[in-house]
């Protein structure tokens, strides 16, 4: 192939504009599962308000936003040789030794990222109010193994989504 071919480009392009519009999002659907949760009635004779179908569809956009940001930002990561460790701040914690869970540290963007896409179990975390009505709090908690060992990790995503979009801004 010609040097001078254009039609070949190293490495992967994310667009930034989808980038942007997956952090939005996901932050989004996080913070509008309250809201949408309080708008649920009571109906009678126990049936549930057809709000309710949108618990399920919000956890399956959510999953696929964190994993389509996650990997876009190792991608651009790894075209910039690493230099969102130094502008980013911590978005969560990880236990790698389950036999002392106390002894947690702090959980960078590139790790929080690796973790995402290596989870074996994602759990989110949910909320019961007062009426009985279920909604996501923005913190999810990963389940894996690295070299035969399980890890956790507690993932504030309103951080991450933070982070994420602080790299995206550095990128542009």
């Known amino acids: 192939m010609n040097s001078s071919d254009n039609s070949s480009l190293e490495g992967h392009r994310p667009d930034l504009a989808d980038l942007q519009r997956d952090i939005y999002e996901l932050l989004a659907f996080f913070l509008s599962s309250q809201r949408i949760a309080e708008l649920e009635q009571s109906l009678l004779y126990g049936a549930q308000d057809p709000l ?19 990997i876009t930002i190792r991608i651009l990561d790894d075209s910039s040789t690493k230099v ?17 869970p106390l002894d947690n540290r702090g959980l960078g963007l590139r790790a929080a990222c690796n973790k995402i896409i290596h989870a074996r179990k994602v759990t989110f975390d949910v909320v019961t109010d007062s009426s009985g009505r279920t909604f996501l709090h923005p913190y999810l908690y990963l389940n894996g193994t690295e070299n035969g060992k399980p890890w956790i990790v507690n993932l504030d995503v309103v951080k991450f989504c933070r982070e994420s979009t602080a790299v995206l801004d550095c990128v542009r």
């Open 52 to 70: 309710h179908q949108f618990e399920k569809l919000e956890r399956d956009l959510i999953t696929k936003r964190l994993i389509a940001v996650a």
């Open 84 to 100: 969102f460790d130094l502008i980013t701040d911590y978005c969560g914690t990880i236990t790698q030794d389950l036999n002392n």
